[in-house]
């Protein structure tokens, strides 16, 4: 497996587990990664243990209630590994925030203000090199019920050359 690729799903799936623990024990999650391909004009998902600069990768999370009851206030979060690039319109369910710190959430695009040089402020989108986590508010799980989330990031071109580094 590309040693990026493998960094990158390792770090993913253990942010994704803490975050679904300290939320409930009741609901277990599991990322799963796929690298996106054009096979005959339709897009297909392939193994993700080969990753070189430019592939898309989807992430998604699955969550399962294993209890007969309902777990209320889900949050489901997927990381966005450093090396990657979040792609604009890619998460799925669409009701989804942004975050470049894991803390603070909001709406996509992801808005900053920028002091210009007479003082005063503008607001400019965050580029998408610096989303680093997507969060989406699920509500209710119903006892036994399952819920998938999903991105896609671009593996970024200089990436490899960042990963090579000691």
């Keep these: 497996m590309n040693a990026l690729l493998k960094s990158c799903l390792l770090a993913a799936g253990l ?3 803490q975050l679904s623990l ?5 609901v277990s999650s599991t990322l799963t990664a796929a690298r996106v391909e054009t096979v005959a004009g339709k897009e297909v998902l392939a193994r993700a243990d080969n990753g070189k600069p430019g592939d898309l990768v989807e992430y998604a999370g699955n969550y399962h209630n294993a209890t007969n009851h309902a777990v209320d206030k889900l949050m489901a979060t997927i990381p ?3 090396g990657t ?3 604009a319109g890619s998460a799925s369910p669409g009701a989804a925030q942004a975050s470049t710190d894991g803390v603070r959430f909001a709406p ?5 203000s920028v002091r210009k040089p007479d003082g005063t402020f503008r607001q400019e989108p965050v580029p998408l090199a610096e989303y680093r986590f997507v969060r989406w508010e699920l509500g209710t ?5 399952d819920a998938v989330v999903k991105l896609r ?5 200089n990436a490899a050359t ?3 580094k000691p």
């Design 162 to 164: 960042a990963s090579a």
């Design 85 to 87: 690039t979040f792609v």
């Design 153 to 157: 990031v671009q593996i970024d071109s």
């Design 22 to 26: 300290a939320q409930t024990p009741a």
């Design 141 to 145: 799980l119903a006892g036994g019920a």
């Design 108 to 112: 996509m695009p992801l808005m900053r």
């Design 80 to 82: 966005v590994p450093t």
């Design 15 to 17: 942010v994704v587990a």
